[in-house]
Nanobody
């Protein structure tokens, strides 16, 4: 089970840190990802981290967002800086039962419930 938290309302240019707590199993060998879904749009890839902490980002967030993991705490984080109104979405964390990260949501096995991020202009 995955539990995402940390969303909220922030002004453009601000920062938020999302957290994803995993329970029920050890995810240290899993790839972890963040996806988001804006109103009226399909869910899209944001960032992923594999078991060895190699990271991958969507072009739209590269240089602004940082994904990280703490295997000892079974947690994954998404630090979001320089937020823009177009970053407004529900953000989901996901886990893939593989050491390799993926940009494709259908390759993830477990999903959190989502946390709302709203960026005002």
């Amino acid at each position: 089970q995955l539990q995402a938290s940390g969303g909220g309302l922030v002004q453009a240019g601000g920062s938020l840190r999302l957290s994803c707590a995993a329970s029920g199993r050890t995810f240290r060998t899993y790839a972890m990802g963040w996806f988001r879904q804006a109103p009226g749009k399909e869910r899209e890839f944001v960032a992923a981290v594999n078991w060895s902490a190699a990271t991958y980002y969507a072009d739209s967030v590269k240089g602004r967002f940082t994904i990280s993991r703490d295997n000892a705490k079974n947690m994954v984080f998404l630090q979001m800086n320089s937020l823009k109104p177009e970053d407004t979405a529900v953000y989901y964390c996901a886990a893939r039962d593989s050491i390799a990260a993926s940009r494709y949501e259908h390759e993830y096995d477990y999903w959190g419930q989502g946390t709302q991020v709203t960026v005002s202009s």
